[in-house]
């Protein structure tokens, strides 16, 4: 199993930054690609940003240009910068980490989540 453990959440003003972070421990081997997703409350969580083979990044819209991935393949930790934050990137956000099987399948795990609170 892959352990998920993020930092960095907290309470910020609109207009502010914050940065989070996440390591991954355990059967780390095979991971192809992290990232984050974030649940704000009523809603469904959807993945904000994703980083495949360390190199290839992946955004949501609502976060494009704002927010920006980086990983360290070799240490299993990735980050997420975030800027110009706003009200509605209120969210519970969880690191994510997907992972190849032997049998050619993938495996995705989550963390238990760290949260971020943008205040008006």
């Known amino acids: 199993q892959v352990q998920l453990v993020e930092s960095g959440g907290g309470l910020v003003q609109a207009g502010g930054s914050l940065t989070l972070s996440c390591a991954a421990s355990?059967?780390?081997?095979?991971?192809?690609?992290m990232g984050w997703g974030r649940q704000a409350p009523g809603k469904q969580r959807e993945l904000v940003a994703l980083?495949?083979?360390?190199?290839?990044?992946d955004y949501a819209d609502s976060v494009k240009g704002r927010f920006s991935i980086s990983t360290d393949g070799a240490k299993n930790t990735v980050s997420l910068q975030m800027n110009s934050l706003k009200p509605e990137d209120t969210a519970v956000y969880f690191c994510?980490?997907?992972?190849?099987?032997?049998?050619?399948?993938?495996?995705?795990?989550w963390g238990r989540g760290t949260r971020v609170t943008v205040s008006s």
């Open positions: 994510h980490v997907q992972q190849s099987t032997e049998l050619g399948g993938s495996i995705h795990w």
């Open positions: 355990g059967a780390t081997a095979r991971i192809k690609a």
């Open positions: 980083v495949a083979n360390s190199t290839n990044t």
